[in-house]
C-alpha cells in the first residue's frame, strides 16, 4: 500500500507506479489538486514519457512544475505544447508565466503578448504581461 500523498505505488523491484498512464495521470491531477505539486510532477513525468503525444498528461506536467517552483522545466513543457500547436493561448500563457518566474522576460513578453493577442477578453493574460513590461523597464534603467 503506498503512503497518503506518495506519487507512487511501485511494483515489485520495478520503481515503475502500480496502473497504466490513465491512473498515473489521475493521480497525478488528485495530487496537483491536493496541494502536493512536487509529487504530481514526479508521476506525470511517468506518464508523459511513457505517452509523449499526449496533450493532457504534458499540460498537467507543465502545470505541476510551475507550481512546484521547477520552473526552467516548466518552460520546456509548456514550450513542447505550443510548439504543437501554436494557437493554444494556455501553452503561450503558461509558457510566459514560466519564463517570467524563470528570468527570461523577453521569452516571457513574446508569449504573454502572444495569449493576450489571442484572448484579449481575458483580464489576467493582459495584467502578466503589463507586469512582465513594467520588470523589463525596471531592469532597463533610465535612459
Known amino acids: 500500500m503506498s503512503t497518503a500523498g506518495s ?8 520503481g515503475i507506479p502500480a496502473g497504466g498512464v490513465y491512473e498515473w495521470y489521475r493521480r497525478g491531477l488528485d495530487l ?7 509529487a504530481a510532477a514526479t508521476l506525470l513525468a511517468r506518464a508523459a514519457e511513457a505517452e509523449p503525444g499526449s496533450r493532457s498528461v504534458l499540460e498537467a506536467l507543465a502545470r505541476a512544475q510551475y507550481d512546484a517552483g521547477r520552473y526552467s522545466d516548466a518552460v520546456d513543457s ?13 501553452a503561450q500563457f503558461g ?11 523577453g521569452l516571457a513578453a513574446e508569449h504573454l503578448a502572444l495569449a ?3 484572448r484579449p477578453d481575458l483580464a489576467h493574460y493582459a495584467r502578466a504581461l503589463r507586469g512582465v513590461r513594467a520588470r523589463r523597464a525596471s531592469d532597463r534603467g533610465p535612459a
Not at 78 to 90: G, I, K, Q, S
Open 7 to 14: 506519487p507512487e505505488q511501485d511494483l515489485p523491484g520495478e
Open 78 to 90: 509548456f514550450a513542447r505544447l505550443a510548439a504543437v500547436n501554436p494557437t493554444d493561448d494556455y
Open 116 to 118: 493576450v493577442a489571442m
Open 95 to 105: 509558457l510566459g508565466l514560466a519564463a517570467s518566474r524563470a528570468g527570461d522576460l
Open 32 to 38: 496537483l489538486a491536493g496541494g502536493d505539486p512536487a
